[in-house]
């Protein structure tokens, strides 16, 4: 049984609904994560292609991610979609990676420039601006620039990776083909804008789907996870459910969620996650029934304008 897929808006590429992020496999400098060996490394993303899963997300800034890759999947580049961020700059400060970003022509060409090289390919799917706001991104003319990338064939499509406020104006400009946006059940906050900008034409890759996992098993953190029992969604699980297995299928039932990219370095989860997406989304009346009771204790989305 293979993975559902949809169309990753005007792209026109056909993804896996569910992607794999790797930010998990950034090395031994972890940001809050844990650490990834060369061969957990090598392991996991063999594991993801093998999997059927065809789309991947990393950032230049995520640590030895990209590095990873190249190492261990250029060999199957024709096998999965690629996407990358742009703006980054990374500082090793001791025992921490600083990563602030700046959005200049120059430190772009850098950016996708390194990533190529660290990847072993000579174009990417989709260059994401890495959450600039509109006025730095006016400023600096990083869509003049990205175009410019795209006429040289190191990118086919112009992304952004970008929240509220700023999300709406994008969507407005009309020239991004790909956004990458928060959300879950537990963070519902761009759930409208999301399908404004599918609506639109753009492709939608959604981060945080899973919150980064139950705390304990996962990630997550304490307090958003919190919202799970107020909100009584216990109650609306399978009995043969996780938690994190119910957030997946919430929100692989936005109907715009082309690609949610859940990272990973731990072959079971990897599984489960496939699993979770093979039985599908919710039904339909756990999902209206999901959404008002988020609606009742207070996770709304915002009004898009």
């Known amino acids: 049984m293979s993975l559902p897929k949809r169309t990753l ?18 090395g031994d400098r972890i940001w809050g994560g844990r650490p990834c060996s060369d061969s ?10 093998d999997a059927g899963i065809t789309f991947v997300d990393t950032a230049n800034d995520y640590g030895k991610s990209e590095l990873y890759l190249g190492r ?3 060999h199957r580049r024709n096998e ?19 990563t602030p970003h700046f959005y200049t022509r120059d430190n772009i060409l850098r950016n996708i420039a390194d990533s190529l090289l660290k990847m072993e390919t000579d174009y990417v799917d989709v260059l994401q601006l890495h959450n600039p706001g509109v006025e730095v991104c006016e400023k600096n003319q990083c869509v003049e620039t990205l175009q410019e990338l795209k006429a040289q064939g190191a ?60 705390p304990g098993d996962g990630l997550g953190a304490e307090d958003r996870w919190r919202l799970f029992t107020k909100a009584g969604l216990d109650e609306l699980r399978a009995p043969d459910e996780t938690r994190t297995a119910f957030l997946l299928r919430f929100t692989l039932s936005h109907p715009h969620c082309h690609t949610t990219i859940v990272g990973t370095a731990n072959r079971e ?37």
């Open 155 to 214: 990118i086919r499509f112009l992304g952004c990776s970008s929240t509220h406020p700023d999300l709406t104006t994008y969507i407005d400009w009309g020239v991004f083909d790909v956004f990458q946006v928060p959300y879950s059940a537990l963070q519902r906050t761009h759930e409208n804008q999301i399908t404004r900008a599918a609506e639109a034409g753009a492709g939608i890759i959604i981060r945080g789907g899973v919150a980064r996992g139950e």
């Open 269 to 305: 989860h990897l599984q489960q996650n496939v699993a979770t997406a093979l039985r599908g989304p919710l039904a339909p009346d756990i999902y209206a029934e999901t959404k008002a009771r988020l609606d009742a204790a207070g996770e709304r989305p915002v009004e898009d304008a």
């Open 72 to 74: 261990h999947l250029a």
């Open 40 to 49: 957990q490394a090598a392991d996991i993303l063999n594991a993801v292609l």
């Open 80 to 98: 999965f979609y690629l996407a990358t961020k742009c703006g980054c700059h990374v500082v090793y400060a001791g025992d921490h990676d600083e």
């Open 9 to 26: 808006g005007r792209t026109g590429l056909e993804v896996t609904q569910l992607g794999y992020g790797a930010m998990e496999v950034r």
